[in-house]
């Protein structure tokens, strides 16, 4: 069964204070592994889509990373604007994955000014 | 441009009243559509996804159903709510051949 964990459930960082995200992922035949934005009451905003291990994207002070068993997002410089939940998710081959994502439970992440 | 749109945004039903969710996808056409349930503003539960019309594919035994009558429109809905279906109903959509799926606003439920 496919498995999604993220770390820290809870983050809080001083605006300037740069840090990571973690996501650990078992699945088998990794076909995607995603990254989203969740602010309180709203839908989740689709932030980066990675496929292989070694490949980083990155958008504003966010860049994602990923390797064979887990995938950071690393924050440079938070903004209190970037306060959110973030979610990883994950997708295995179609075959047996189907249409499915896996979803971590999020990290809560706080930015003080 | 592809925008998803879900009504209501906010409902309050007593148990054992019926339920109607919908979903529309603008923008794209034959998209994969998807229904999750998320509890406690945390992990998402997959509930429902459908490939094409009259297409769906249950993830998990409960009190809902999905319908998707029409290519963009896809519908949540029960016959007798519980109060354990109170949560945040979310509608994603995606390329039928890719794997990335986006959000559309949600709908909170509360059964009271």
Known sequence: ?113 | SQTIHQWPATLVQPVGSPLSLECTVEGTSNPNLYWYRQAAGRGLQLLFYSVGIGQISSEVPQNLSASRPQDRQFILSSKKLLLSDSGFYLCAWSRGSQETQYFGPGTRLLVL
């Open chain 1, 1 to 113: 069964e496919d498995q999604v964990t993220q770390s820290p459930e809870a983050l809080r960082l001083q605006e300037g204070e740069s840090s990571s995200l973690n996501c650990s992922y078992t699945v088998s035949g990794l076909r995607g592994l995603f990254w989203y934005r969740q602010d309180p009451g709203k839908g989740p905003e689709f932030l980066f889509t990675l496929y292989s291990a070694g490949e980083e994207k990155e958008k504003e002070r966010l860049k994602a990373t990923l390797t064979k068993k887990e995938s950071f997002l690393h924050i440079t410089a938070p903004k209190p604007e970037d306060s959110a939940t973030y979610l990883c998710a994950a997708t295995g081959p179609r075959e047996t994955s189907g249409s499915r994502l896996t979803f971590g439970e999020g990290t809560q992440l706080t930015v003080n000014p």
